[in-house]
T-cell receptor
Framework: LAKTTQPISMDSYEGQEVNITCSHN???????ITWYQQFPSQGPRFIIQ???TKVTNEVASLFIPADRKSSTLSLPRVSLSDTAVYYC????????????FGTGTRLKVLA | DAGVIQSPRHEVTEMGQEVTLRCKPI?????LFWYRQTMMRGLELLIY????????DSGMPEDRFSAKMPNASFSTLKIQPSEPRDSAVYFC????????????FGEGSWLTVV
C-alpha cells in the first residue's frame, strides 16, 4: 500500500500556475496515480490519473518522473473557484483495492 | 446520468438513537465504499464492497457500526446506538470495474449527534 505525502497547505494568487507535489516512494509497478479535488460541503471529485510521463486534460496536467516516486499536479491560471483540498491517491487500476486518502493539500487562491 | 445518491443529506439525532444512512451507487458500478470525514481525522475508509460482498471492514470503528449491501443498487450504513463522537460527514462512493482509480462520491450525509 503506497503511502503518500503532500504539503498540508498552499496559497496562490489568481492567474498563477499552481504545482502540488505528492511523494509516493514505495509505489508499486502496477499502481496508478490519481488526483482528486474536494470543495467544502462536497465529496471528492476525480481530476486526473496517470501512470508515467505526462497526462493533460481540460482541467489539469499531471507530471510523473521516470522513477514514479513522486508526481506533480499542475493547475494552470488558477481562479478563486479552485480553492479546495487536493488529494493524491496511489493504487492499482484493477483488482480489489482499498482506496485510502491522505491528508490532502489545502489550496487557497487569493484575489 | 445520475451520480451516487445519498440520503439523508442532513440528520440531527440524539445520543443513543439508531441512525441509518443510505446510498444508491451509480448503475453498473461494482465497488461501493463508505467513508467518514471529520476535521480531526480526515477522510477515513470504513468499509467497501465488491459485487455486494463486504471485502474489508477494518475501518469500521466499533461494533456499533454496521453496513449492508443487499443488492447492487442499495447500501446502508447503520450506527446503533449513536454517540456524539459519530458526528461527521459520511460519504458513499462507487467505482466501475476497469475504470482505474476513478471513484465517484456522493454529496455526503451530514450527521450530528447531540
Amino acid at each position: 500500500l503506497a503511502k503518500t505525502t503532500q504539503p498540508i497547505s498552499m496559497d496562490s494568487y489568481e492567474g498563477q500556475e499552481v504545482n502540488i507535489t505528492c511523494s509516493h516512494n514505495n509505489i508499486a509497478t502496477n499502481d496508478y496515480i490519481t488526483w482528486y479535488q474536494q470543495f467544502p460541503s462536497q465529496g471528492p471529485r476525480f481530476i486526473i490519473q496517470g501512470y508515467k510521463t505526462k497526462v493533460t486534460n481540460e482541467v489539469a496536467s499531471l507530471f510523473i518522473p521516470a522513477d514514479r516516486k513522486s508526481s506533480t499536479l499542475s493547475l494552470p491560471r488558477v481562479s478563486l473557484s479552485d480553492t479546495a483540498v487536493y488529494y493524491c491517491l496511489v493504487g492499482p487500476a484493477s483488482g480489489t483495492y482499498k482506496y485510502i486518502f491522505g491528508t490532502g493539500t489545502r489550496l487557497k487562491v487569493l484575489a | 446520468d445520475a451520480g451516487v445518491i445519498q440520503s439523508p443529506r442532513h440528520e440531527v439525532t440524539e445520543m443513543g438513537q439508531e441512525v441509518t444512512l443510505r446510498c444508491k451507487p451509480i448503475s453498473g458500478h461494482d465497488y461501493l465504499f463508505w467513508y467518514r470525514q471529520t476535521m480531526m481525522r480526515g477522510l477515513e475508509l470504513l468499509i467497501y464492497f465488491n459485487n455486494n460482498v463486504p471485502i474489508d471492514d477494518s475501518g469500521m470503528p466499533e461494533d456499533r457500526f454496521s453496513a449492508k449491501m443487499p443488492n447492487a443498487s442499495f447500501s446502508t450504513l447503520k450506527i446503533q446506538p449513536s454517540e456524539p463522537r459519530d458526528s461527521a460527514v459520511y460519504f458513499c462512493a462507487s467505482r466501475a470495474k476497469g475504470s482505474g482509480n476513478t471513484i465517484y462520491f456522493g454529496e455526503g450525509s451530514w450527521l450530528t449527534v447531540v
